[in-house]
């Protein structure tokens, strides 16, 4: 009579589809393999599990795993299955998710040339290490040729300084958060700031001025 043993343990899981609060494990087919075991964790070595991802039946070779918090390391184990058992576990593989974008704030700082972008770090997410690129643009809707970007921003800084701009012209900053697992969502477009003028005629507003105290 033939036997049927164990299968080799499948290699270690890849990830695909990543986003704020989910993300897909991805494995190759073991050989002589009919289902898979999945388990997913916030812990590398498993000790706890993300509620109904624990030694959860797989008959392909993915598995979207859903409900998850922004910002936070993932990490993915697989068993395969045949008749004769369930296999060793493969080697673990991990991923962040997205990080939630930034809320953007207010520019400061206005000058003839200069001016500073502000904003809010996102909220309701892990503690993965990120770090912020901001675009600069005179077109609230166009930001596809940036007048300057700024990125890698490390995650405790909020704000940055943009300079060598144009006087009294109107720029419109956005914001985004970026991980190991890729970028989040832009934040939404600034209000308008606009670079003051170089120089007012004082001779002129003196006259105004004259001419308002003899009517």
């Known amino acids: 009579a033939s036997t049927i043993t164990l299968t080799d343990a499948p290699a270690t899981p890849t990830f695909s589809s990543v986003t704020t609060t989910g993300l897909t494990v991805d494995w190759t087919a073991t050989t002589g393999a009919s289902s898979y075991k999945l388990d997913v964790s916030t812990a590398s070595n498993f000790a706890s599990f993300v509620s109904g991802y624990q030694d959860l039946t797989v008959n392909g070779t993915s598995q979207a795993v859903t409900g998850l918090t922004a910002n936070t390391i993932y990490y993915a ?6 008749a004769s058992g369930t296999s060793a576990n493969s080697t673990s593989g991990n991923s962040a998710t997205l990080s939630n974008a930034p809320t953007v704030g207010t520019a400061s700082s206005i000058t003839t040339s200069s001016l ?4 809010t770090a996102p ?4 503690a993965v290490t990120f770090t912020y690129t ?19 921003i490390a995650s405790g800084t909020t704000t940055n300084a943009f300079s060598s701009l144009s006087e009294g012209t109107t720029y419109y900053y956005r914001i985004k958060a970026v991980n190991s697992a890729g970028s989040s969502a832009w934040g939404s477009v600034s209000a308008g700031a606009t670079t003051l003028t170089s120089s007012i005629s004082l001779t002129t507003l003196g006259t105004a001025v004259t001419q308002n105290f003899d009517g």
């Open 116 to 119: 500073t972008a502000n904003w």
């Open 134 to 152: 901001v675009e600069l643009s005179t077109n609230s809707s166009d930001f596809s040729s940036p007048v300057s970007t700024a990125s890698g």
């Open 123 to 126: 909220s309701s997410q892990g």
């Open 77 to 82: 184990r697989i068993r395969s299955v045949n």
